[in-house]
Structures are given as structure tokens and as C-alpha cells.
């Protein structure tokens, strides 16, 4: 069974420019997060999808940040402008659905730094 | 406001030793709890689960225990392995939204041969 893809793993931007991360998740996961790790802190959800509506983006910076899945599958994360406290790992994960405990798996990450 | 707290950022254990990794955590509605563990450049795979209805969940050589009154679980590695070294991130979920995971900071294993 193939993991969760994101790309690109990497991304160097200067403050003010725009970014896009896209991830895949696994095969029939209905459940999608979106997670930032800043260094020395664990996992914060910005934003969870269930198959292509948005349950929970309380902790998303809507000023700048944005996320999509328009057909259930896919999606993209998209930062704009960037501001130096943007640099961290954003996480992709899936599970195959919601309510009750159901393991997330993620993806490897994309390691954005702003400069 | 830090709901889950793992208070030693790393850990250095001789192989062959027990490895206790400690958590503790302040909100009274978390009611599953979970143990994640990351290699460097790879994303968090999941561990080992407690209910917070047990005490105890064994899986192998990795044991999470559950002191509910004092809010604070541990992970137990025994015997620790080189391939252990990774960040181990304890996390936990309420009751009214498992899937909602809120995660420590993480603790960084080190297994000395």
C-alpha cells in the first residue's frame, strides 16, 4: 500500500512570496490533515478534511494561509505572503475516516524555510 | 498553552537497557493517548495506544502506562534497540473528538551500542 506523497520535500522562499504544498494521501482515506512542526515542537493541525469539505480550520492563519481539496483526494496548502514564523515542517496525513480513533498516517513532510 | 508536555527533550539509554520516555498532561477531557515515532526526515508513525479505561497496553518490547489521577503516562522500550533512536511524541485525544490529536513537543532517543 503506498504511503502518504507530498511535495516538494524542500522549499527556500524570501518573506512576502507565495508557496504551495501538495500532498496525496493513501487510497481511500476519506479523512485528510494538514499539520505544521515548528522545530523543537510537535504536530500543530492547521486544518482536517473530510473527503472534500473542510470539519475543522480553527488554527489555520486564514489571513494567509489556505487549503484545498476539491475532489476528495488531492490537496494543496498554500501560503501567501510568508513571513519568517512560517518555517517549520507541514505535515500531510490520512485516515480513513472520522469519529472514533482511526490512525493518522503522514506523509514525510515539506521542510519550508523563509529567509 | 501546552496540553500535553513531555518535560525531557532528549534521552541517551545504553543498548540492552530499559528506555522510559515521560509525559503529562492537563486537560481532564483527554481520553485516548497515543505514542508517535519519527525518524529524521521521515513523518511520525504511530506507536502504541492507551484507553483511558487501562493502565497498561503492551505491544512487544513497548509498554504505555496510564496514571490517570496524576495525569502522566510513560512509554517503556525494553530491551532497547539502536534502531529505537528516533523522536518519540507522546499525544492525546478527547473523548467528544479522537480524532482532534494534540501532540507533545517530543523527546529525542538516543541508543548507544
Known amino acids: 500500500e503506498a504511503g502518504v506523497a507530498q511535495s516538494p520535500r524542500y522549499k527556500i522562499i524570501e518573506k512576502r512570496q507565495s508557496v504551495a504544498f501538495w500532498c496525496n494521501p493513501i487510497?481511500?482515506?476519506?479523512?485528510l490533515y494538514w499539520y505544521q512542526q515548528i522545530l523543537g515542537q510537535g504536530p500543530k493541525l492547521l486544518i482536517q478534511f473530510q473527503n472534500n469539505g473542510v470539519v475543522d480550520d480553527s488554527q489555520l492563519p486564514k489571513d494567509r494561509f489556505s487549503a484545498e481539496r476539491l475532489k476528495g483526494v488531492d490537496s494543496t496548502l498554500k501560503i501567501q505572503p510568508a513571513k519568517l514564523e512560517d518555517s517549520a515542517v507541514y505535515l500531510c496525513a490520512s485516515s480513513l475516516a472520522t469519529g472514533g480513533w482511526h490512525e493518522q498516517y503522514f506523509g514525510p513532510g515539506t521542510r519550508l524555510t523563509v529567509t | 498553552d501546552q496540553q500535553v508536555k513531555q518535560n525531557s527533550p532528549s534521552l541517551s539509554v545504553q543498548e540492552g537497557r530499559i528506555s522510559i520516555l515521560n509525559c503529562d498532561y492537563t486537560?481532564?477531557?483527554?481520553?485516548?493517548f497515543l505514542w508517535y515515532k519519527k525518524y529524521p526526515a521521515e513523518g511520525p508513525t504511530f506507536l502504541i495506544s492507551?484507553?483511558?479505561?487501562?493502565d497498561k497496553n503492551e505491544d512487544g518490547r513497548f509498554t504505555v502506562f496510564l496514571n490517570k489521577s496524576a495525569k502522566h503516562l510513560s512509554l517503556h522500550i525494553v530491551p532497547s534497540q539502536p534502531g529505537d533512536s528516533a523522536v518519540y511524541f507522546c499525544a492525546a485525544s478527547p473523548k467528544t473528538s479522537y480524532d482532534k490529536v494534540i501532540f507533545g513537543p517530543g523527546t529525542s532517543l538516543s541508543v548507544i551500542p
Open positions: 486537560n481532564s477531557m483527554f481520553d485516548y
Open positions: 492507551i484507553s483511558s479505561i487501562k
Open positions: 487510497s481511500g482515506h476519506a479523512t
